[in-house]
């Protein structure tokens, strides 16, 4: 996971290393994701999260993209 300021630096570091971009989230998105990620990690009965949980994660979020859904 990398961090910039804005799209603009993303694209100019992609331009420099000649590399594609797999997704693009906001701080927002990605503080959400998080919540929805990390939310039960310290639940005593937590067992963690089948391939198929973690997908429903991703369609409640909106994430579509195949970048989501590749094993």
Same mark, same amino acid.
């Given at each position: 996971?990398? !961090? !910039?300021? $804005?799209?603009?630096?993303?694209r100019?570091?992609?331009?420099a290393?000649n590399?594609t971009? $797999?997704e693009?989230l906001?701080?927002?998105?990605l503080? #959400?994701?998080s919540? @929805?990620?990390? $939310?039960?990690r310290?639940?005593?009965?937590? @067992?963690g999260?089948?391939? #198929?949980e973690a997908? #429903?994660? !991703?369609?409640?979020? $909106? !994430?579509?993209a195949?970048?989501w859904y590749v094993?």
């Amino acid at each position: 996971m990398l !961090f !910039f300021r $804005g799209e603009n630096e993303l694209r100019e570091w992609q331009r420099a290393r000649n590399v594609t971009t $797999g997704e693009i989230l906001s701080l927002e998105q990605l503080w #959400e994701l998080s919540q @929805h990620w990390y $939310g039960n990690r310290l639940d005593k009965n937590y @067992h963690g999260r089948s391939l #198929e949980e973690a997908q #429903e994660i !991703f369609r409640e979020m $909106g !994430f579509t993209a195949p970048f989501w859904y590749v094993i």
